[in-house]
């Protein structure tokens, strides 16, 4: 199986900046896609970013484009999400996930973390 677990979460003020991190078990960066995916209550879960095995393609939903970025460190397996100039509508328990391919569904992504709380105080 492959194993995810993230990290980072916090409660910050917006405009602030928080840095979220996927660790991954064994080749699972070197091999697989991961997504970051977020759940707000009573909320379906929706898409934030994901990226490509190699690290060239990065997706973004339109919500974050320009104010999060998506990395990865395969040496270290693994995976960031930067957030900046966060908003209160960023509030949500952040989740990542490893997947065949960077897809915006979260049907196409098979493996997923635990889930770590953002908070964002108005």
């Known amino acids: 199986q492959v194993q995810l677990v993230e990290s980072g979460g916090r409660l910050v003020q917006g405009g602030g900046s928080l840095r979220l991190s996927c660790a991954t078990s064994g080749r699972t960066l070197n091999s697989y896609a991961v997504g970051w995916f977020r759940q707000a209550p009573g909320e379906e879960r929706e898409f934030v970013a994901s990226?490509?095995?190699?690290?060239?393609?990065?997706y973004y939903a339109d919500s974050v484009k320009g104010r999060f970025t998506v990395s990865r460190d395969n040496a270290q397996n693994t995976v960031y999400l930067q957030m900046n100039i966060l908003k209160a509508e960023d509030t949500a328990v952040y989740y990542c996930a490893a997947g065949p391919a960077p897809a915006t569904s979260l049907k196409r992504y098979g493996y997923w973390g635990q889930g770590t709380q953002v908070t964002v105080s108005s």
């Open positions: 990226i490509s095995w190699s690290g060239s393609s990065t």
